[in-house]
């Protein structure tokens, strides 16, 4: 079992800047891969970005040159730097790790909720 606990989300303005967090605890040793997810309202939870334990790293497309995913292993927690925020970044953001490829492998924080303002 691995237990993620997110936050940093808030309200912003159309170009500015947040830093999620999302602190892991539990089988942390099992873990393969980190991600964070976005949800709007009304929409399906989509992959934002992803980093492995080989430190390989995807972004969506949307977000490429903007979010910065990275992982600090002494503090056991996963980071996503978001800059240049727009309105369409809006939304619910889970923290994941994955220790195997099943659902059942895969882990999920509560949600941290990000809003920009246009």
């Known amino acids: 079992q691995v237990q993620l606990v997110e936050s940093g989300g808030g309200l912003v303005q159309a170009g500015g800047s947040l830093r999620l967090s999302c602190v892991a605890s539990?089988?942390?040793?099992?873990?393969?891969?980190m991600g964070w997810y976005r949800q709007a309202p009304g929409k399906e939870r989509d992959l934002v970005a992803l980093?492995?334990?080989?430190?390989?790293?995807i972004y969506a497309d949307s977000v490429k040159g903007r979010f910065i995913i990275s992982f600090d292993i002494a503090k056991m927690t996963l980071y996503l730097q978001m800059h240049s925020l727009k309105p369409e970044d809006t939304g619910m953001y889970y923290c994941?790790?994955?220790?195997?490829?099943?659902?059942?492998?895969?882990?999920w924080g509560q949600g941290t909720q990000v809003t920009v303002s246009s």
């Open positions: 994941a790790a994955a220790t195997g490829a099943t659902d059942a492998e895969r882990y």
């Open positions: 539990g089988s942390i040793f099992s873990i393969k891969a």
């Open positions: 980093i492995t334990i080989s430190t390989s790293t």
